[in-house]
């Protein structure tokens, strides 16, 4: 068997997310079941992470095996693969790598981007939440700043959400704007359940001046979800990237 990396993009409006779950549409069960076609084989799918309900990903990559050695090279399997699959889902790449290369282990750093929209704009509903409060953009990023001191990231967690350790390494966060649009991006070695848009909606109040930088290292120093603000909307949040190391590419 020969082991194979699919980078791919999809809009997640229509999913549950990208993990396979009972009873749930997820982008996961999708590509299974379109590569096994395709393959005219049973060929399951592994991520590089989980997103949730209405996340996008302009960047995402999964890996899978198959009987075959020469997929990469093959421009009629990806455009049939393509064709099995709905419009919200694109595969762009297939790549050969190491038989024990692992799409969600091997990652080196993941990086997200979420979208604020300050006009109401219908090409934009899916993909970025709508907000009509002045934001201060230099407070916010003093704030996000805050994120690159620290490591232990409870506070910004799903309840009950199963991880094994809170510990993170950020190591890029900052928003930009132009006349429409608030864009934060940020990168780390892993993230939490819900970490960034949890994020996000506590940067909200720091940037309307009802959260001080004080206040917000409060938040990461308490290690309680209970503190921070609500999570920002799904919708506005898409993995925009994530590094591998050269070495698992044949």
């Known amino acids: 068997m020969t082991r194979y990396f699919l980078f791919l993009s999809f809009r997640g409006t229509a999913y549950n997310g990208w993990q396979v779950q009972p009873g749930k549409h997820t982008v996961q069960g999708v590509l299974s079941k379109a590569l096994s076609m395709v393959l005219s084989s049973k060929t399951e799918v592994t991520g590089a992470g989980r997103t949730d309900t209405g996340v996008h990903a302009s960047f995402f990559c999964a890996h899978f095996d198959a ?77 996000a700043s805050v994120l690159l001191k620290h490591s232990d990231f409870t506070s910004f967690s799903r309840l009950h959400g199963g991880n094994k350790t809170s510990i993170c390494r950020v190591t890029h966060a900052r928003w930009q704007e132009d006349a429409e649009r608030l864009i934060f991006t940020v990168t780390a070695d892993r ?60």
């Open 191 to 250: 993230f939490l359940r819900n970490m960034v848009r949890a994020i996000v909606g506590t940067l909200i109040p720091a940037g309307r001046g009802k959260l001080s930088l004080s206040d917000f290292e409060a938040i990461l120093a308490g290690k309680n979800r209970g503190l921070a603000g609500q999570s920002a909307p799904a919708h506005g949040l898409s993995l925009t990237g994530i590094k591998y190391p050269d070495d698992l590419f044949i």
């Open 67 to 143: 009987a075959r050695n020469d997929l990469d090279g093959d421009g009629q399997f990806l455009y049939n693969l393509n064709s099995l699959l709905p419009d919200d889902i694109a595969i762009r790449k297939i790549v050969k790598v190491k038989p024990e290369a692992n799409a969600r282990f091997d990652a080196l750093s993941r990086t997200y981007t979420y979208t604020i929209t300050r006009v109401k704009d219908p090409f934009a509903s899916d993909t970025a939440w709508l907000l009509y409060w002045p934001l201060d953009i230099r407070l916010m990023n003093d704030a």
